[in-house]
């Protein structure tokens, strides 16, 4: 639950100069409000409000994963069950700079296949229901951490309006299965269980590099969810508690792994199209656009998270909550398809509003978080890739531009 209020928060300019000025562009109606808290009791509200959700991403930008059902199975498969047949076959046979060649380590998918026998069609299947997973438990996430329905609805309907929340549903051609690294991601947040906070993290490793990188992420989430308030210190970051063990256990687990894959069958990802010329290239044109579609609205409270904590002195921590946001940042800078390798920081969001929900009233978080839902819903849903022509694509809103279409007809008729 939040502090309803601080003497500390109070004396900072942090809240004069930026909650205080959202405050008053948030006055929305009171009623608004009240009936979000009266329908949020319903036993069903968070299944209503993903459903919800998804079928407003659908109508806002059309999918595209439903044509995979109707067209051929995409060439990108091929590798997938070549990888789901002989798990440790290096790909030397496809050319280094081919993003299919990045898949050497990417098993989460082929071991579900070799395990399960599923379909392609199934997985992508699978990988629709995550996409709506990932609205249901970022809803329950954030209630559990704030124990406010409102904060809740506004952070899980800006989640919606990103690519994080929209990814599971828009790839399924080149295989990279970013709707279930997403949902990895979260569920080891979201798990209290040690098991489970190591399951879900080794499959988000195994799934792509950057989801490994993410794993720092959940660390930070575990660690922020039980230190307090009192000032980082290194003695407290290395008083782990069994769930940041888990996150801890996982990344060393993939390391060794991966090591022993290494030497023993000769795995290695090829460093084509990966590299810092890519990012001296693009870094001009592309990565400035490129790095606002990563939280889009979610900047606004990852630049007061990060305000608030150095405002309080506490460096360490201030440390901590930069470096992955500047690591991935290089990371999608240092190769082309900047918005989905960016996107793997959105998970910081859950870490930023546990710890600086402790300083800070209901109503102003509501307000801080109503803002990014706003900017994320009109910013319009951009993919920044150096390779797709001018460098980035808009996702099409078929079914909004047809019924803009229709009601033009209706009025000029």
């Known amino acids: 639950m939040h502090a309803e209020t601080s003497s500390c928060f109070h004396s900072t300019p942090l809240n004069t100069f930026l909650l205080a000025d959202l405050m008053q562009l948030n006055n929305y109606p009171e009623n608004v409000t009240q009936w979000l808290e009266k329908i949020s009791s319903g036993r069903y509200f968070a299944q209503g409000l993903s459903l919800m959700l998804l079928l407003m991403s659908w109508f806002f930008v059309s999918p595209v994963a439903f044509k995979f059902f109707t067209h051929p199975l995409p060439y990108a498969w091929d590798t997938i069950l070549l990888k789901a047949s002989d798990l440790t076959n290096n790909l030397e046979h496809i050319a280094p700079s081919s993003w299919r060649a990045k898949k050497v380590f990417r098993i989460t998918i082929p071991v579900l296949i070799r395990l399960t026998k599923f379909s392609p069609a199934f997985v992508v299947l699978m990988q629709i229901i995550c996409g709506y997973a990932i609205y249901f438990f970022s809803y329950r996430l954030v209630h559990r951490i704030t124990g406010d329905a409102i904060q809740a609805v506004w952070a899980t309907c800006a989640m919606a309006f990103l690519y994080f929340g929209r990814a599971a549903w828009f790839e399924f051609e080149a295989t990279w299965f970013d709707g279930f690294s997403y949902f990895f991601l979260l569920m080891a947040m979201y798990q209290g269980s040690v098991w489970g906070i190591f399951l879900f993290s080794t499959m988000a490793a195994w ?107 506490d460096y360490l921590l201030f440390f901590l909550l930069l470096a992955p946001i500047l690591i991935l940042g290089v990371v999608a800078g240092c190769v082309t398809d900047i918005t989905r390798s960016g996107s793997f920081m959105v998970p910081i969001v859950f870490v930023l509003i546990r710890y600086p929900g402790i300083f800070i009233n209901r109503m102003q978080m509501r307000s801080l978080l109503f803002s990014c839902f706003a900017i994320t819903l009109l910013f319009p849903p951009v993919f920044v890739c150096l390779d797709w022509g001018a460098g980035s694509w808009y996702f099409s809103p078929f079914l909004f531009k047809k019924m803009l279409l229709v009601l033009g007809q209706y009025l000029s008729a």
């Open 207 to 313: 799934n792509d590099e950057r989801a490994f990188m993410a794993l720092s992420l959940v660390f930070l989430f575990h660690f922020v969810s039980t230190k307090g308030e009192e000032k980082t210190s290194l003695k407290n970051l290395f008083s782990l508690n069994k769930q940041t063990l888990a996150a801890a256990a996982a990344i060393v687990a993939y390391l060794l792994t991966r090591l022993f894959l290494t030497v023993f069958y000769h795995m290695q990802t090829p460093k084509d199209g990966a590299n810092m010329g890519v990012l001296v290239h693009q870094t001009p044109n592309f990565l400035p656009l490129g790095a606002f579609t990563f939280m889009e609205g979610f900047w606004l409270l990852a630049l007061y998270a990060l305000l608030w904590v150095f405002f309080k002195r």
